[in-house]
Structure formats: C-alpha cells, structure tokens
C-alpha cells in the first residue's frame, strides 16, 4: 500500500491547531477569580470594589486587596485586608476577628441561585484560630463545627479521625458528641457505626434529616477480637451483634450475613432479618 508523505502545508496546519489549542488552554482561569478588561471577576459575577493591583485570590472562594478579604466576591465588611488569611474553603480570619463563610439555596426559587452566608465568630481567638478540616476548627479554648462552637474537654489536643470521629486529648467524639467513658489514648474507628478503646465498643448512628446523633455502648462487646461484618452485623470472640443489640441465640462459629435472600443473615440453625430470627428457610 503506498501512503502520501506529509506537505509541508499539512504540517504547518497541524501545528497551528495545536498552538491556536494550548493557547487557549493556558488563558482558561486557574481560579474561580480572574481579571477582565481590566477588572475582578468571581466566575461570572464582577467584584464590586475590588482594588485592581493589590486584588489576590487565595483560593477557590476567598479573596483580598489592601483593604478588605473577599468571599465568592462579595466583601466581607468591616474586615482587614491587610491582615487578611484564608484558612481553608469556609473559615478566613484576620487581626480583628474570625470568619465562617457557606453558601445556601432558597427553595422558593427552586435552588437555582447559590447565596452567601458570612459569619463572625466574636468568642474566637484570632492568633490561635486554625482550620482543622471537614468545617471543623478550633483555637486554644474551644472547638468550632460550621461556625458553631460545641463541648471539648481538651480543644488543643483536638484532632479528626475521620467517619465524623474525633478524639482530644481525653475522650473520644461522634458529630460533636462526646463518647462518654471512652479513653483518647486508646480510641480508634473501626467503621463508619464503630468505634473502640481498649476496654469498650461503641456503636454510632446519625440521622442526617434532624440531626440526631445516637450513641449506645456495646457493655459486653471484646474489643479485642471485635469485627464489623457486613449488612449491619459485627461480632466478637463470643457474640453476635446487629447494630448495638446483642443476638444472644446466634452461633458464633456459623453466622454469617447472605445477600440476595429473604434473610440477610444464617448459623446453623436459624436464618434472621434485621437481628431477629424468622426461621430455617427450607430452599
């Protein structure tokens, strides 16, 4: 088969796609902020007031020029700019004061349009406020979760461990709940419903729709050979668990949770649903 070598034509026309291409892939904004004729833009949306050679993005959502910081390009009134830090994507802080920064939609408008909300902490101490992660922060007297400070024995020792676990230097905590009883030195996750010490189990539930936070300890649960099995079953050396209820007729040595039958879990003698026993299934 006889293949056309390349024209130089060819060459050049390819060559000039790809550079009209990379051109247009290095103008693109790196940031949510870029200039524009001359002036700041927050993705489409001007910054109003925004003073044109000092401006700065941060990050993604905050902002600040010599005289105020800036949040989706709206300006934080009343702030530094001088002094004026990002912290992380919701919290910012400068000499004067702390900043809690969210968005929300209105239903009444069919959650089309993004809105912001600026919050200002006054109880926080600025020269030791520092950004935890996951809108968690805290400074050297207390622990802050949205904005909104809750109980912490120890908030310097504060730290995540992630699964909406946290432990100080003294207990452990479930979404911002302390875990009564629980010793720090020792508290580790398990999984997204369990936790543990060295001398306890503990099971967790959040109910996303109020916000209730459920927290029961397994009293008879060894931690030591405790494990999270699947479909909400766990089991230690001696006994099997569905959620935080003791299945005191499983066996141990035979349990096992089944999919895709009318019970979702076995041992040898009975089948069960949702930790309650409904019989042998004969199929």
């Not at 992630?162 to 432990?167: I, V």
């Not at 040595?253 to 069960?272: H, L, T």
Request: aromatic letters at 16%.
């Amino acid at each position: 088969m006889f293949y056309k070598p390349i024209t130089l034509k060819f060459f050049i026309a390819i060559m000039g796609l790809f550079s009209i291409f990379s051109l247009f892939t290095r103008c693109k904004p790196k940031s949510n902020y870029y200039i524009s004729n001359g002036q700041w833009y927050f993705k489409e949306a001007l910054v109003k007031g925004a003073e044109i050679n000092s401006f700065t993005a941060l990050n993604d959502v905050f902002a600040v020029d010599q005289s105020s910081g800036y949040y989706r390009g709206e300006e934080i009134e009343n702030s530094d700019g001088s002094t004026f830090i990002a912290l992380d994507n919701y919290y910012a802080k400068d000499t004067n004061q702390v900043y809690y920064c969210e968005t929300y939609r209105k239903g009444q408008e069919y959650y089309l349009y993004t809105h912001n909300t600026i919050l200002r902490l006054p109880s926080a101490a600025t020269d030791s406020f520092c950004s935890v992660g996951e809108g968690y922060a805290k400074d050297n007297q207390s622990v802050y979760f949205k904005g909104k400070s809750f109980e912490v024995a120890d908030p310097i020792h504060f730290k995540l461990l992630g699964l909406d676990f946290a432990k100080d230097g003294i207990q452990g905590y479930y979404a911002c709940k302390k875990i009564k009883g629980s010793s720090a030195s020792s508290f580790t996750v398990i999984s997204e419903h369990y936790a543990k010490d060295d001398s306890s189990v503990w099971y967790v539930e959040r109910d996303y729709t109020d916000q209730s936070v459920y927290i029961s300890r397994l009293n008879i649960a060894d931690p030591g050979s405790f494990a999270v099995q699947a479909l909400g079953y766990s089991k230690d050396e001696k006994h099997i668990f569905y959620r935080d209820s003791l299945m005191r007729r499983a066996d141990v040595k035979s349990f096992q949770p089944v999919e895709g039958k009318a019970y979702d879990a076995q041992d040898s003698r009975n089948d069960y649903l949702e930790g309650k026993k409904i019989g042998r299934n004969k199929n």
